[in-house]
Protein backbone atom coordinates (compact mmCIF):
# COMPACT_ATOMS: atom_id res chain seq x y z
CA UNK A 1 0.00 0.00 0.00
CA UNK A 2 1.16 3.62 -1.02
CA UNK A 3 -0.44 6.37 0.60
CA UNK A 4 -0.73 9.76 -1.23
CA UNK A 5 -1.50 12.75 1.05
CA UNK A 6 -1.94 16.49 0.63
CA UNK A 7 -1.61 19.43 3.39
CA UNK A 8 -2.90 22.84 3.16
CA UNK A 9 -4.15 25.78 5.29
CA UNK A 10 -6.82 28.19 5.51
CA UNK A 11 -6.69 31.56 7.46
CA UNK A 12 -2.93 32.56 7.42
CA UNK A 13 -3.20 35.84 6.82
CA UNK A 14 -6.60 37.27 8.89
CA UNK A 15 -5.93 39.22 12.14
CA UNK A 16 -9.22 37.11 13.52
CA UNK A 17 -10.43 33.70 13.64
CA UNK A 18 -8.51 30.82 13.78
CA UNK A 19 -6.11 29.13 11.67
CA UNK A 20 -6.81 25.82 10.14
CA UNK A 21 -4.19 23.32 8.61
CA UNK A 22 -6.01 19.84 7.05
CA UNK A 23 -3.82 16.93 5.50
CA UNK A 24 -6.34 14.38 3.25
CA UNK A 25 -4.94 11.11 2.22
CA UNK A 26 -5.47 8.98 -0.80
CA UNK A 27 -4.09 5.27 -0.43
CA UNK A 28 -2.94 2.75 -3.56
CA UNK A 29 -2.94 -0.84 -3.85
CA UNK A 30 1.00 -1.74 -4.47
CA UNK A 31 4.27 0.16 -4.13
CA UNK A 32 3.69 2.41 -6.58
CA UNK A 33 2.12 6.49 -6.02
CA UNK A 34 0.84 7.91 -9.47
CA UNK A 35 1.26 11.38 -9.90
CA UNK A 36 -0.39 14.16 -7.51
CA UNK A 37 -2.13 15.88 -10.25
CA UNK A 38 -4.96 13.09 -10.51
CA UNK A 39 -7.36 15.16 -12.14
CA UNK A 40 -6.93 13.94 -15.60
CA UNK A 41 -7.24 10.43 -14.63
CA UNK A 42 -10.59 11.27 -12.82
CA UNK A 43 -11.67 13.89 -15.13
CA UNK A 44 -14.98 11.72 -15.58
CA UNK A 45 -15.43 12.13 -11.36
CA UNK A 46 -13.83 15.26 -10.42
CA UNK A 47 -13.57 18.89 -11.93
CA UNK A 48 -10.96 21.52 -11.35
CA UNK A 49 -12.98 24.15 -11.90
CA UNK A 50 -15.78 25.47 -10.32
CA UNK A 51 -19.19 25.77 -12.44
CA UNK A 52 -20.13 29.36 -13.72
CA UNK A 53 -23.10 30.96 -12.28
CA UNK A 54 -26.02 31.52 -14.44
CA UNK A 55 -27.17 29.53 -17.37
CA UNK A 56 -24.08 26.45 -16.99
CA UNK A 57 -24.24 26.41 -12.77
CA UNK A 58 -24.93 23.13 -11.91
CA UNK A 59 -24.56 21.78 -15.58
CA UNK A 60 -22.14 18.79 -13.89
CA UNK A 61 -22.67 16.69 -11.38
CA UNK A 62 -18.92 15.75 -11.25
CA UNK A 63 -17.24 17.13 -7.56
CA UNK A 64 -15.56 20.06 -7.66
CA UNK A 65 -11.78 19.74 -6.00
CA UNK A 66 -9.60 22.88 -6.52
CA UNK A 67 -8.22 25.63 -4.24
CA UNK A 68 -10.71 26.56 -1.70
CA UNK A 69 -9.84 30.10 -3.06
CA UNK A 70 -11.92 29.53 -6.19
CA UNK A 71 -14.29 27.23 -4.64
CA UNK A 72 -15.37 29.51 -1.76
CA UNK A 73 -14.94 32.99 -4.25
CA UNK A 74 -18.71 33.28 -3.96
CA UNK A 75 -19.13 33.00 -0.58
CA UNK A 76 -21.37 29.72 -0.77
CA UNK A 77 -20.00 26.88 1.41
CA UNK A 78 -21.97 24.85 -0.85
CA UNK A 79 -18.38 23.54 -2.98
CA UNK A 80 -16.50 22.83 -0.31
CA UNK A 81 -19.12 20.95 1.56
CA UNK A 82 -19.82 18.86 -1.05
CA UNK A 83 -16.18 17.50 -1.65
CA UNK A 84 -15.47 17.45 1.99
CA UNK A 85 -18.54 15.80 3.87
CA UNK A 86 -18.59 13.87 -0.01
CA UNK A 87 -14.83 12.48 0.87
CA UNK A 88 -15.81 11.71 4.52
CA UNK A 89 -19.01 9.66 3.17
CA UNK A 90 -16.77 7.33 1.28
CA UNK A 91 -15.17 6.28 4.75
CA UNK A 92 -18.74 6.07 6.36
CA UNK A 93 -18.66 9.27 8.26
CA UNK A 94 -22.10 11.53 8.14
CA UNK A 95 -21.84 14.57 10.34
CA UNK A 96 -24.63 15.91 11.07
CA UNK A 97 -23.29 18.81 13.30
CA UNK A 98 -20.11 20.80 13.46
CA UNK A 99 -19.42 18.91 16.94
CA UNK A 100 -19.58 15.66 14.55
CA UNK A 101 -17.25 16.98 12.27
CA UNK A 102 -14.71 18.19 14.41
CA UNK A 103 -14.96 14.88 16.20
CA UNK A 104 -14.46 12.86 12.80
CA UNK A 105 -11.32 15.06 12.09
CA UNK A 106 -9.75 16.31 14.63
CA UNK A 107 -6.32 15.62 15.91
CA UNK A 108 -6.49 13.79 19.68
CA UNK A 109 -5.16 16.41 22.07
CA UNK A 110 -2.52 14.49 23.58
CA UNK A 111 -0.79 13.84 20.49
CA UNK A 112 -0.54 17.82 19.91
CA UNK A 113 3.00 18.73 20.63
CA UNK A 114 1.87 22.38 22.22
CA UNK A 115 -0.89 20.36 24.33
CA UNK A 116 -3.01 22.33 22.58
CA UNK A 117 -3.36 24.54 25.49
CA UNK A 118 -5.75 25.57 27.96
CA UNK A 119 -9.19 25.75 26.24
CA UNK A 120 -9.77 29.83 25.31
CA UNK A 121 -12.88 31.52 26.13
CA UNK A 122 -14.86 31.27 23.30
CA UNK A 123 -18.34 31.31 24.02
CA UNK A 124 -19.53 31.26 20.41
CA UNK A 125 -17.76 27.99 20.44
CA UNK A 126 -20.72 26.04 20.16
CA UNK A 127 -20.36 23.25 17.21
CA UNK A 128 -22.93 21.28 18.56
CA UNK A 129 -25.61 23.64 17.57
CA UNK A 130 -24.68 23.74 14.32
CA UNK A 131 -26.28 21.34 11.62
CA UNK A 132 -24.55 20.26 8.54
CA UNK A 133 -24.79 20.65 5.62
CA UNK A 134 -25.36 24.11 6.09
CA UNK A 135 -25.80 24.99 2.17
CA UNK A 136 -25.15 21.18 0.26
CA UNK A 137 -28.26 19.16 -0.59
CA UNK A 138 -28.03 15.45 0.86
CA UNK A 139 -28.48 14.09 -2.19
CA UNK A 140 -25.27 16.05 -3.41
CA UNK A 141 -23.52 15.15 -1.09
CA UNK A 142 -24.06 11.50 -1.46
CA UNK A 143 -23.41 11.64 -5.49
CA UNK A 144 -20.25 13.22 -4.45
CA UNK A 145 -18.76 10.33 -2.69
CA UNK A 146 -20.37 7.94 -5.46
CA UNK A 147 -18.19 9.70 -7.86
CA UNK A 148 -15.24 9.59 -5.71
CA UNK A 149 -15.46 6.47 -4.56
CA UNK A 150 -15.80 5.20 -8.23
CA UNK A 151 -13.06 7.25 -9.54
CA UNK A 152 -10.65 6.36 -6.65
CA UNK A 153 -11.56 2.73 -7.46
CA UNK A 154 -11.24 2.56 -10.92
CA UNK A 155 -7.22 4.34 -10.40
CA UNK A 156 -6.82 1.40 -7.92
CA UNK A 157 -7.48 3.94 -4.98
CA UNK A 158 -9.21 4.53 -2.31
CA UNK A 159 -10.27 7.35 0.41
CA UNK A 160 -7.15 7.04 3.13
CA UNK A 161 -8.46 9.63 5.51
CA UNK A 162 -8.82 13.77 6.41
CA UNK A 163 -7.35 15.38 9.78
CA UNK A 164 -7.73 18.68 10.90
CA UNK A 165 -5.41 20.89 13.18
CA UNK A 166 -7.01 24.07 14.05
CA UNK A 167 -5.60 26.99 16.38
CA UNK A 168 -7.88 29.33 17.82
CA UNK A 169 -6.11 33.15 18.42
CA UNK A 170 -5.65 32.50 21.46
CA UNK A 171 -3.41 29.46 20.70
CA UNK A 172 -2.16 30.90 17.64
CA UNK A 173 -1.09 33.26 19.98
CA UNK A 174 0.90 31.30 22.17
CA UNK A 175 2.44 29.04 19.58
CA UNK A 176 4.26 32.82 18.21
CA UNK A 177 5.53 33.47 21.72
CA UNK A 178 9.20 34.34 22.09
CA UNK A 179 11.14 33.94 18.30
CA UNK A 180 8.96 31.94 17.06
CA UNK A 181 6.83 34.17 14.15
CA UNK A 182 3.56 33.12 12.19
CA UNK A 183 6.06 30.91 10.21
CA UNK A 184 7.10 28.59 12.59
CA UNK A 185 3.65 28.60 13.96
CA UNK A 186 2.37 26.86 10.70
CA UNK A 187 4.59 24.45 10.76
CA UNK A 188 4.51 23.59 14.24
CA UNK A 189 0.60 22.57 13.09
CA UNK A 190 2.13 20.40 10.16
CA UNK A 191 4.22 18.61 12.14
CA UNK A 192 1.20 17.54 13.98
CA UNK A 193 -0.32 16.40 11.29
CA UNK A 194 2.52 15.05 9.67
CA UNK A 195 3.35 12.68 12.65
CA UNK A 196 -0.67 12.00 13.05
CA UNK A 197 0.20 10.82 9.27
CA UNK A 198 3.09 8.59 10.06
CA UNK A 199 1.27 7.45 12.74
CA UNK A 200 -1.71 5.98 10.91
CA UNK A 201 0.37 4.40 8.35
CA UNK A 202 3.86 3.62 10.03
CA UNK A 203 5.00 0.79 7.56
CA UNK A 204 4.06 2.73 4.31
CA UNK A 205 5.41 4.33 1.67
CA UNK A 206 3.88 7.93 1.92
CA UNK A 207 4.37 10.94 -0.49
CA UNK A 208 3.27 14.25 1.10
CA UNK A 209 2.89 17.38 -0.87
CA UNK A 210 1.91 20.72 0.42
CA UNK A 211 2.27 24.03 0.15
CA UNK A 212 5.20 26.46 1.09
CA UNK A 213 4.59 28.68 4.84
CA UNK A 214 5.51 32.24 4.28
CA UNK A 215 7.48 31.53 1.07
CA UNK A 216 10.21 29.77 3.48
CA UNK A 217 12.20 27.79 0.84
CA UNK A 218 13.88 25.45 3.56
CA UNK A 219 12.40 22.59 5.43
CA UNK A 220 15.52 20.37 6.88
CA UNK A 221 16.22 21.60 9.72
CA UNK A 222 12.51 21.76 10.57
CA UNK A 223 11.58 18.84 9.62
CA UNK A 224 15.19 16.77 11.70
CA UNK A 225 13.38 18.39 14.98
CA UNK A 226 9.76 17.37 14.43
CA UNK A 227 11.25 13.31 13.55
CA UNK A 228 14.25 13.34 16.14
CA UNK A 229 14.82 9.82 15.12
CA UNK A 230 14.31 9.88 11.33
CA UNK A 231 16.29 10.25 8.72
CA UNK A 232 16.19 13.61 6.66
CA UNK A 233 17.50 13.83 3.39
CA UNK A 234 17.92 16.70 1.29
CA UNK A 235 17.04 15.68 -2.13
CA UNK A 236 16.65 19.32 -3.66
CA UNK A 237 16.16 23.09 -2.81
CA UNK A 238 15.16 25.57 -5.43
CA UNK A 239 13.25 28.36 -5.81
CA UNK A 240 10.62 25.72 -7.82
CA UNK A 241 10.51 23.15 -5.16
CA UNK A 242 11.94 21.50 -2.01
CA UNK A 243 12.00 17.93 -1.76
CA UNK A 244 13.19 15.82 0.95
CA UNK A 245 13.10 11.90 2.45
CA UNK A 246 12.04 10.66 5.64
CA UNK A 247 13.49 7.29 6.81
CA UNK A 248 13.46 5.53 10.08
CA UNK A 249 15.34 2.52 8.67
CA UNK A 250 11.51 0.83 8.61
CA UNK A 251 12.04 -1.11 5.14
CA UNK A 252 9.53 0.45 2.59
CA UNK A 253 8.22 3.14 4.98
CA UNK A 254 9.65 6.27 3.56
CA UNK A 255 8.17 9.44 3.22
CA UNK A 256 8.82 12.06 0.50
CA UNK A 257 7.47 15.24 1.16
CA UNK A 258 7.55 17.76 -2.13
CA UNK A 259 6.89 21.35 -0.73
CA UNK A 260 5.84 24.21 -3.56
CA UNK A 261 4.11 27.87 -3.88
CA UNK A 262 0.38 27.38 -5.21
CA UNK A 263 0.88 23.02 -4.55
CA UNK A 264 -3.26 23.30 -4.95
CA UNK A 265 -2.93 23.41 -8.22
CA UNK A 266 -0.88 21.00 -9.02
CA UNK A 267 -1.50 18.24 -6.33
CA UNK A 268 -5.10 17.01 -5.97
CA UNK A 269 -4.96 15.52 -2.33
CA UNK A 270 -3.47 19.06 -1.41
CA UNK A 271 -6.49 21.26 -2.47
CA UNK A 272 -8.52 18.95 -1.30
CA UNK A 273 -6.75 19.39 2.28
CA UNK A 274 -7.39 23.10 1.03
CA UNK A 275 -10.98 22.98 1.01
CA UNK A 276 -11.49 21.46 4.02
CA UNK A 277 -9.15 23.85 6.01
CA UNK A 278 -11.22 26.44 4.58
CA UNK A 279 -14.78 24.79 5.03
CA UNK A 280 -13.76 23.95 8.62
CA UNK A 281 -12.72 27.95 9.30
CA UNK A 282 -15.53 28.91 7.66
CA UNK A 283 -17.44 26.86 10.10
CA UNK A 284 -15.77 28.74 12.93
CA UNK A 285 -16.16 31.94 11.61
CA UNK A 286 -19.77 31.69 11.20
CA UNK A 287 -20.06 30.77 14.04
CA UNK A 288 -17.83 33.79 15.97
CA UNK A 289 -20.27 36.88 13.78
CA UNK A 290 -23.30 34.76 14.73
CA UNK A 291 -22.09 35.47 18.35
CA UNK A 292 -20.99 39.05 17.90
CA UNK A 293 -24.13 40.08 15.94
CA UNK A 294 -26.50 38.82 18.89
CA UNK A 295 -24.79 40.88 20.91
CA UNK A 296 -24.33 43.99 18.24
CA UNK A 297 -27.77 43.52 16.11
CA UNK A 298 -26.60 44.82 12.62
CA UNK A 299 -22.75 44.57 13.06
CA UNK A 300 -21.96 43.38 9.26
CA UNK A 301 -19.84 40.14 9.71
CA UNK A 302 -16.03 39.46 9.39
CA UNK A 303 -13.50 37.42 7.30
CA UNK A 304 -11.39 39.00 9.67
CA UNK A 305 -9.00 40.31 6.82
CA UNK A 306 -7.04 43.73 6.87
CA UNK A 307 -9.13 47.41 7.53
CA UNK A 308 -12.40 45.18 7.94
CA UNK A 309 -11.53 43.52 11.03
CA UNK A 310 -10.60 46.72 12.62
CA UNK A 311 -13.87 47.59 11.52
CA UNK A 312 -15.26 44.83 13.14
CA UNK A 313 -13.22 45.34 16.39
CA UNK A 314 -14.18 48.80 16.48
CA UNK A 315 -18.04 48.42 15.91
CA UNK A 316 -17.66 45.50 18.58
CA UNK A 317 -15.77 46.92 21.39
CA UNK A 318 -18.28 47.64 24.13
CA UNK A 319 -20.69 44.50 23.49
CA UNK A 320 -17.07 42.52 23.81
CA UNK A 321 -15.92 44.57 27.15
CA UNK A 322 -19.26 43.80 28.30
CA UNK A 323 -19.30 40.26 27.53
CA UNK A 324 -15.71 39.84 29.12
CA UNK A 325 -14.14 38.33 25.90
CA UNK A 326 -10.78 39.32 26.29
CA UNK A 327 -9.01 40.60 23.52
CA UNK A 328 -6.49 38.12 23.01
CA UNK A 329 -9.12 35.91 22.84
CA UNK A 330 -10.56 36.81 18.89
CA UNK A 331 -6.96 39.34 17.95
CA UNK A 332 -3.54 37.50 16.75
CA UNK A 333 -0.94 39.14 18.24
CA UNK A 334 1.02 38.94 14.33
Not at 65 to 77: E, F
Not at 102 to 131: K, N
Not at 203 to 228: K, N, Q, S, V
Not at 310 to 328: C, K, T
Request: charge should be neutral.
Amino acid sequence: MAILVGIDEAGYGPHLGPLVVAAAALEFRGDDLPDPDLWPSLKSHVRKRPAHTGRTAGSSSRVVICDSKQAYRSGNPAALERAVLGFLAVKGIAPRSFAGLLAAVSLDPASLTDGGGPPPFQPWDRPESLALPMAAETAAIEEAADHLAKGLEAIGGAAGGLWVNAASAARLNRLMEGDRNKAGALFALTADLLLQVRKNRPHERIHITMDRHGGRRYYAGLLAGAFPMTTVETVEETPAASRYRLSDGTAGATVDLTVCERCETWSLPTALASMAAKYVRELYMFQFNAYFQSLVPGVRPTAGYGRDAWRFLNEVASAQASAGVPRGAILRNR
